[in-house]
C-alpha cells in the first residue's frame, strides 16, 4: 500500500524537496504546527536549514519511532533536524 495521496505539503529544503503529510507534521512538531495553524492553505514550506537526506531521516523516525536506532552515523543528522524544525519528539527535557 503506498501512501503518496497522502502527502499534501512539499518541504523546500536545502537540496531539493520531499512531500509530507500535513497531519503527520503537524502533530511531531514546533515548527510545522506553527506554520499550519496560522496559513493552513499552505501547500509550500521552506526549511532550506536541511537537506534531503536529515527530512528523510526525520521523516523515517516519525513514522516508525519504534523501530529507529539512534547511532554514530545519524546523531548529528538528528540533532539538525532537531534544531532546525524544534521538533517536540526530538527534545530532551
Known amino acids: 500500500m503506498t501512501y503518496?495521496?497522502?502527502?499534501?505539503?512539499?518541504?523546500?529544503?536545502?537540496?531539493?524537496s520531499v512531500m509530507v503529510s500535513r497531519v503527520i507534521m503537524h502533530a511531531h512538531n514546533n515548527f510545522f504546527s506553527q506554520i499550519l495553524e496560522a496559513t493552513p492553505?499552505?501547500?509550500e514550506v521552506e526549511c532550506r536549514e536541511?537537506?534531503?537526506?536529515?527530512?528523510?531521516?526525520?521523516?523515517?523516525?516519525?513514522?516508525k519511532v519504534r523501530e529507529f536506532v539512534f547511532d554514530e552515523e545519524n546523531i548529528?543528522?538528528?540533532?539538525?533536524v532537531d534544531q532546525a524544525i524544534q521538533s517536540d519528539d526530538l527534545t530532551v527535557s
Request: proline fraction near 0%; hydrophobic fraction near 40%; aromatic fraction near 14%.
Open 4 to 16: 503518496e495521496r497522502y502527502k499534501d505539503l512539499k518541504v523546500i529544503l536545502k537540496d531539493g
Open 41 to 43: 492553505e499552505i501547500t
Open 50 to 63: 536541511l537537506t534531503v537526506r536529515e527530512m528523510k531521516m526525520y521523516l523515517q523516525y516519525v513514522y
Open 76 to 80: 548529528f543528522d538528528m540533532i539538525n
